[in-house]
T-cell receptor, first 117, second 108 residues
């Protein structure tokens, strides 16, 4: 089974531009979560999607948005890029968890390293 | 507030040593993950625990729900174990809160 794939792997943008990152989950996985990793803040949760619906959102400004398609593939978008948005963006897929049920293992993609100049 | 604390931040060891990394959390969780991240960024899930103990090769993970504490042990450490080990906690959904990570270096 193919793992989680993310495209592009590396990206260089300038301040003020916008960027779209893509994540393809493992086949059969319906939940996709996005995370940002920076040297200063470590790993932080961005958002989580299940069945094309955002189930959870982290504490990030509205410039960060995402969506999930019917085939479970997900994209995240960052508008009006700032220098501080330079980070490794990771997505992870899992089978869905739900209230009262066992939590599911997450499988991480290789990440997209975004550099904002 | 859901918080995850991890210790130590940095750890050096000689090959063959027994290693322990600790993780504490503030609020009852659905599951706790131990993750491994090598230079270059890729993250691998090592364990997911909601109770008790799990073992995979030289790695052992334990969790004490009452004390809100988990440990990751590496027996007979090897230089290839050098990586950052991250503890992450989940509550009911796939949202994870992460510890700050432990950077492990194992020298031959």
């Amino acid at each position: 089974k193919a793992g989680v794939t993310q495209t592009p792997r590396y990206l260089i943008k300038t301040r003020g531009q916008q960027v779209t990152l893509s994540c393809s989950p493992i086949s059969g996985h319906r939940s996709v979560s996005w995370y940002q990793q920076t040297p200063g803040q470590g790993l932080q949760f961005l958002f989580e999607y299940f069945s094309e619906t955002q189930r959870n959102k982290g504490n990030f400004p509205g410039r960060f948005s995402g969506r999930q398609f019917s085939n479970s593939r997900s994209e995240m978008n960052v508008s009006t890029l700032e220098l501080g948005d330079s980070a490794l963006y990771l997505c992870a897929s899992s089978l869905p968890s739900g209230s009262g049920r066992a939590y599911n293992e997450q499988f991480f993609g290789p990440g997209t390293r975004l550099t904002v100049l | 507030k859901n918080e995850v604390e991890q210790s130590p931040q940095n750890l050096t060891a000689q090959e063959g040593e027994f290693i322990t990394i600790n993780c504490s959390y503030s609020v009852g969780i659905s599951a706790l993950h131990w993750l491994q991240q090598h230079p270059g960024g890729g993250i691998v899930s090592l364990f997911m625990l909601s109770s008790g103990k799990k073992k995979h090769g030289r790695l052992i993970a334990t969790i004490n729900i009452q004390e809100k504490h988990s440990s990751l042990h590496i027996t007979a450490s090897h230089p290839r174990d050098s990586a950052v080990y991250i503890c992450a906690c989940g509550w009911d959904t796939d949202k994870l809160i992460f510890g700050t990570g432990t950077r492990l270096q194992v020298f031959p």
